[in-house]
């Protein structure tokens, strides 16, 4: 029964989405509004098709139905009920269930939010995009990923439950949706970036109309990242957060590319200009979260996290050639015809500012794929695998991370056209000095080392930067003048710094250690001393628990364990974390007395501020939703070259408020912004 | 001065000719800015605590190498018997005097070029280290003709007609 | 694409192909297209068409056609060759004692071609080829031309004794306290097997199960190269 909703509402979602997409495309062939309006309603089949196999699946799950091959191979009798939920995405073929349905509540949201525009041409082509994404990810679940497969011959009585990994804490239920939320959130400006660059028309509204699509879809993918560094840190046990892994990299790459068009976009709408490079940037986005989902699930790299080897991958990679080859299809046609014919006056201004940021953020997306793909590359060329890790990424990031936070304390400073020596000399003055206090301070701390001073250093002039800004702001309009766009932006920044500092402080200087200790004993690292009290087993329903007791600082009690569960080979570790604003204390049991009362095994890491890491991940959430609120708005017809008296009198920049083209202020004719 | 864009009413304040002393005053507390962090960064350049010790020594090369069962660790991360192994050799190594490059080298001939986490060699492993300059080369030259080129195209100043479109527009819609 | 619109949406016609073309050499400004442009005659000259965005797609389509290539033709990670460094060297010295202490050393063993193979209880695949090692040392063993040397890989004593037990293990099987014998043959899980020549060169190194046949076929091999 539940395969049989399931299998109906997969092959409804496909066929709804290619019905879709050939009513769309006759419309649009044919110039017939009424076909566009029909091609429209087929995303409410899409969505009902998605909800019902999710229904369907999360059913089988929850009533242990091990008839269907996904539940009996992933799922388990024994198994709590909230890790029963979260076995929908722990394997793959249910993680693109999950992805079908984000999908399909994004493009019924578009549908929502576009209905009065539905017979508008971009709009239909923004559809159609995105129904053949549907499409795409539907098919895959009708062929190779069918997760309403039967059992072949006896149903079995229980199965092996979710890799372990996966059912060992609760972040389990947040990581992945949130990760698909941003990741295929990003399917709505790709698809209508395709619209514009297929009707040829980029100078309009629909830039502002999606940019709230986009930082809804970073915002999330950010939240996603950053959990995914946190289950890293309390799931895997070795005490990282980030280790440069493949499948860590294919979530980095598109954020890197939605991060530039986000800045950039504002130079479009200031000054119509680099409209080619956010067509190219939000193309990018998508493009790379395409071939995210390859290296994820092809089995091609070997990873942490990665899937269990699958048939997907050549799917997959046709899918993103073909994605890749409408993409540069489309930039080489219409690419220079929709230039615009502004230019950058100097490269100290704020346009100039973001151009760099643009090369940044390229070289550093860059720099990362070349290091994921890399192994493969080479191996293709004579035959001899070679490892890119963590030394490679650490080593070519470093210098990227520090021009970015240059670059983020300067630029909210320069003006829009060109900069003046004294307008910059007031506006960075005092975070200048905020970086060389915390320089001096850092030294007299204890801290060592130019790299990571500089980056302390860098850190605090970025920071500096935007709090300025935010008092400003506050200082002029209250509490109302943290809300934004800009402001929500310096709030972002300083989540930004805040994890930068955490990294490098945490990776400079961590300590690690292992002990052999007798019950009662203590040993010392970096200034905490862990007493190992005792060990006892402890029976969950779904895993046998070796749970060592372990004293820290005289204080509180720990338990890391080490966990069997009845279908893996090996015990799974359960590190236990004492987290600190200063540092964390990270415990883990390496190996269990071999009889009662004997010694233990225990791993100890210490590493300094990991616990501002996911402050700053907060901070980010937090200036997410400011920015998303519309903040003080600009008189559309203002000059943005304009200089208010404000700034003239060095009183300090005015805080920008949001730029909202209504089309009633607009006379016919005019396209609004200069530049177009 | 100040990038008032064209037709701007914007007043600027007075000015005074800028007179030697007064630039030199403006510009002091940044010289003491400058000379106050080159000082810090030169107390702070030096390494903390002396030599590094064997522990450390180890624990730098092991990070290097990767944990041969692990997926994706490196030998200094992971608490697997095959990681504690590989940094047991190390220590070894160490004690016997070989060089970093040595003790990586005896990795690689047992395990293959691909325990090494930092990809090393002539030939194709340089090129992952070489692609990123060369990017980076390109996208400097790229900046600078771009602006060479936008520079030597000029200012644009509006005709006639955009002045009419511009009052029509003002008159017509402005808030 | 030119059929009527709603009036409303006359604003929203934003720039369109061609716009630009027109160079800001002299006083065009800031684009203003909309409804009613200039009539031709007053068209300033246009600069020259830069293609840029074409030559950075070509370049870019290209490099990620090569990208796709290279992704569709690789194999699994795990299906990698065992390509070993120590192929065509000599073997590294192997002293160990076995699970009744006796000691077992690898040149002991010269003279004939020896499948040094690393096991472990826990390893299901360990356990499948089990049979295939029991036909090889059927074969060759009471010739006295190969034998099997086994090597527990992260393994307890007792769990080791009980499979051999269970199922029958006629060749010697020693163990590796502090994984010294696994990290000098750069052995990164069970099985992996390493066949070793009489003259101690290492021949073959396989990853995964190994086959009866397939062994027996590589020693008629390097017998007859040898001889």
Request: glycine content about 12%.
């Amino acid at each position: 029964m539940d395969a049989a909703i399931g299998r109906a509402g997969v092959l409804l979602g496909f066929l709804a989405a290619v019905t879709g997409i050939v009513t769309l495309a006759w419309g649009l062939a044919r110039r017939r509004p009424s076909l566009l309006r029909s091609g429209q309603l087929y995303t409410w089949l899409l969505l009902s098709g998605a909800v019902g196999a999710l229904l369907a699946m999360e059913h089988a799950l929850l009533t242990h139905n091990f008839s269907l091959k996904y539940v009996a191979d992933h799922g388990s009798r024994e198994t709590p009920l909230l890790f029963t939920v979260t076995t929908l995405w722990s394997a793959l073929e249910g993680s693109i269930l999950l992805w079908v349905l984000v999908l399909a509540g994004y493009i019924a949201a578009v549908a929502v939010r576009f209905r009065s525009r539905v017979t508008d041409p971009l709009v239909g082509w923004a559809t159609l995009t995105s129904y053949a994404v549907a499409a795409f990810f539907f098919g895959l679940m009708l062929g190779p990923a069918n997760p309403f497969r039967s059992v072949h011959g006896v149903v079995p009585l229980d199965g092996p439950g979710p890799n372990p990994l996966l059912q060992n804490h609760p972040l389990v239920a947040f990581h992945p949706p949130l990760l698909y939320a941003g990741y295929v959130g990003f399917t709505v400006p790709f698809a209508f970036a395709v619209a514009a660059l297929v009707t040829g028309r980029v100078g309009e509204g629909w830039l502002v109309e999606t940019r709230r699509w986009t930082l809804l879809a970073w915002g999330l993918l950010t939240v996603g990242v950053v959990l995914g560094a946190w289950w890293s840190y309390e799931v895997l046990g070795w005490g990282g957060y980030w280790a440069w892994d493949p499948v860590e990299n294919a979530s980095f790459l598109p954020w890197l590319c939605a991060t530039a068009y986000l800045h950039s976009v504002m130079v479009q709408e200031r000054r119509g200009m680099l409209r080619v490079w956010n067509l190219s940037l939000l193309l990018a986005t998508f493009s790379l979260t395409i071939l995210g989902t390859f290296l994820t699930r092809s089995g091609v790299l070997d990873s942490v996290h990665a899937f269990t080897e699958s048939a997907l991958g050549p799917a997959i990679l046709a899918f993103f050639a073909l994605v890749v080859v409408v993409v540069v299809a489309l930039i080489g046609w219409r690419g220079d015809q929709l230039r615009s014919p502004g230019s950058i006056d100097s490269p100290i201004s704020r346009e100039g500012a973001f151009l760099g940021n643009n090369l940044l953020f390229a070289l550093f997306a860059f720099v990362v794929l070349l290091g994921t793909v890399f192994p493969l590359l080479a191996e293709a060329v004579n035959g001899q695998r070679i490892s890119v890790g963590r030394p490679y990424f650490d080593t070519m990031t470093e210098p990227i991370v520090l021009a970015l936070l240059f670059l983020m304390a300067v630029a909210p400073a320069l003006p829009w056209r060109k900069a003046s020596t004294e307008l910059l000399r007031h506006r960075l003055q005092w975070p200048a000095w905020a970086a060389v206090a915390t320089i001096v301070v850092s030294v007299a701390l204890g801290v060592r080392g130019v790299e990571t001073l500089t980056a302390f250093g860098l850190g605090a002039f970025a920071a500096g930067a935007a709090v300025r800004q935010l008092a400003l702001a506050a200082r002029r309009s209250g509490w109302a003048g943290l809300v934004g766009r800009a402001n929500g932006g310096m709030v972002v920044h300083i989540g930004v710094v805040v994890i930068a500092v955490a990294f490098a402080a945490s990776q400079s200087f961590g300590h690690r250690a292992e002990y052999r200790l007798a019950p009662g004993q203590s040993a010392r690292l970096a200034g905490h001393r862990v007493t190992y009290l005792g060990a006892r087993q402890v029976r969950h329903p779904n895993r046998l628990a070796l749970e060592a007791s372990v004293r820290v600082d005289g204080a509180r009690v720990m338990r890391p364990a080490l966990s069997e569960f009845p279908f893996a080979t090996q015990a799974v570790g359960t590190p236990s974390v004492r987290v600190g604003p200063a540092d964390d204390v990270y415990l883990t049991l390496v190996e269990g007395p071999s009889q009662p009362g004997g010694d233990a095994v225990i791993g100890v890491v210490v590493q300094p501020l990991v616990s501002w890491l996911w402050v700053g991940g907060g901070l980010m959430a937090v200036g997410t939703l400011l920015a998303a609120a519309p903040g003080r708005r600009r008189r559309p017809t203002q000059p943005a070259s304009e200089v208010s008296a404000d700034e003239v009198a060095g009183a300090g920049p005015e805080p920008e408020g949001e730029r909202v083209l209504e089309p009633a202020s607009l006379a016919g004719g005019v396209a609004g912004i200069p530049g177009g | 001065m100040t990038g008032a864009g064209p037709g701007s009413t914007a007043r600027l304040p007075a000015q005074r000719p800028p007179a030697r002393r007064r630039r030199w005053l403006v510009w002091l507390p940044w010289g003491a800015l400058v000379v106050v962090l080159v000082g810090a960064l030169a107390v702070g350049a030096g390494r903390s605590g002396g030599r590094e010790s064997v522990d450390h020594r180890v624990q730098r090369i092991a990070g290097e190498v990767r944990c041969p069962t692990c997926r994706g660790l490196s030998a200094a991360e992971s608490d697997a018997k095959t990681a504690e192994a590989v940094r047991d050799d190390i220590r070894t190594r160490v004690g016997q005097g070989q060089s970093d490059g040595q003790i990586r080298a005896a990795l690689a001939a047992r395990f293959g070029p691909d325990i090494l986490l930092r990809p090393e060699g002539r030939g194709v492993a340089a090129l992952v280290w070489a692609l990123p300059v060369v990017a980076v080369v390109l996208a400097v030259a790229a900046l600078a003709m771009a602006f060479r080129r936008w520079a030597a195209v000029g200012h644009a100043t509006p005709t006639e007609e955009d002045r009419a479109l511009v009052e029509r527009a003002r008159g017509a819609g402005g808030e | 694409m030119c059929w009527s619109r709603p009036r409303w949406r006359a604003g929203w016609r934003g720039s369109r192909g061609g716009e630009g073309e027109r160079g800001a050499r002299s006083g065009a400004g800031p684009s203003n297209s909309g409804a009613t442009g200039p009539p031709e005659a007053v068209r300033p000259v246009r600069a020259p068409r830069r293609r840029t965005a074409l030559w950075a797609a070509v370049v870019v389509g290209a490099l990620a056609v090569g990208l796709v290539a290279v992704l569709a033709t690789r194999p699994n990670f795990e299906a990698v060759q065992a390509r070993s460094p120590l192929l065509g060297k000599p073997a590294p010295e192997l002293v160990a004692a076995d699970l009744d202490g006796r000691t077992v050393s690898l040149s002991g063993l010269r003279g004939r071609f020896v499948l040094v193979n690393f096991f472990a209880s826990w390893c299901v695949p360990c356990q499948h080829e089990h049979p295939q090692l029991v036909a090889f040392t059927q074969h060759h063993q009471a010739a006295g031309e190969a034998s099997v040397l086994g090597v527990v890989f992260e393994d307890d004593a007792s769990a080791v004794r009980r499979f051999v037990e269970e199922r029958g293990v006629d060749w010697p099987m020693v163990l590796d306290p502090g994984g010294k014998i696994a990290l000098d043959f750069g052995v990164r899980g069970p099985p992996e097997s390493f066949l070793v020549d009489p003259n101690g060169i290492v021949l073959v190194k396989f990853i995964g199960e190994v086959k009866a046949t397939q062994l027996d076929s590589l020693v008629r091999q390097a017998e007859q190269a040898g001889a």
